[in-house]
């Protein structure tokens, strides 16, 4: 067997150039990009954590919601509460007069809760003085009452809500709650204190009838007088333990 003569190693391959129109400097280092936030004017370089959820999609994690103006009132205005709204209705209830020029259907025409509630409760507090349990049972009367002369001025065709009654019927404690004391003072004298009481029930029915009736049902303004009548005179019944 003859052998074969030795084979020879490739030859190298020729070295290729290409040659291109402009240099390419491909020195330096790799640095990562310095993401900022802006929050309020302030930039704040983001944590490595921050920008991974971001280049993921799940960077509205990280947002924050801005404040809401609304969430920010004050607390009376958050509950609705308008003291001046309250002291002219009181002004309105307590001088029923027409003539003094007060514009008294704000009391019935703008219903509000907080200030019939504040007169029924101080109307309660100063019955404390007669007896104690009669602070929920008022309460429960101004409510179920109100319910009553609600469904009466139905009845007489009166364009009134519920709401509207419960504030009139609430305000016009007020009469009641001003002869409290005078009674404190002339309660021995039972003439003089009846008078006082006639005259006090007289008013608050009065000034409740002329808010919930309007100036074209003043012939149906007695028919509803007289229920409001007995019901304050059931409330001063509660106040005097008669």
């Not at 993401?35 to 947002?63: C, D, H, M």
């Not at 504030?167 to 021995?188: D, E, H, K, N, R």
Request: net charge negative.
């Amino acid at each position: 067997v003859t052998r074969p003569w030795p084979l020879s190693p490739p030859a190298p391959l020729a070295p290729v150039y290409i040659f291109l129109p402009f240099s390419l400097d491909l020195s330096g280092s790799i640095t990562t990009p310095d993401v900022k936030l802006n929050l309020g004017g302030e930039f704040i370089k983001e944590s490595t954590a921050t920008t991974f959820l971001r280049q993921r999609g799940y960077g509205w994690l990280l947002e924050v919601e801005d404040d809401d103006p609304e969430d920010n009132k004050p607390l009376l205005e958050e509950l609705d509460i308008d003291l001046k709204d309250i002291y002219y209705k009181i002004r309105c209830v307590l001088m029923p007069m027409p003539s003094l020029g007060f514009n008294r259907q704000v009391v019935r025409d703008n219903p509000d809760f907080w200030g019939p509630l504040a007169v029924v409760l101080f109307f309660s507090m100063i019955s404390l003085y007669g007896q104690f349990k009669v602070v929920s049972w008022i309460i429960t009367i101004w409510i179920f009452g109100s319910l009553t002369i609600f469904l009466l001025a139905r009845v007489l065709y009166l364009e009134v809500a519920y709401g509207q009654v419960l504030g009139v019927i609430g305000y016009s404690l007020l009469p009641l709650i001003v002869i409290a004391p005078v009674l404190l003072v002339v309660g021995s004298f039972e003439v003089v204190s009846t008078l006082i009481k006639l005259f006090g029930v007289f008013w608050a029915a009065y000034s409740a009838a002329s808010l919930l009736v309007g100036e074209e049902f003043k012939t149906k303004k007695p028919l509803l007088i007289y229920p409001i009548f007995l019901l304050y005179i059931y409330f001063l019944s509660l106040y005097t333990g008669v």
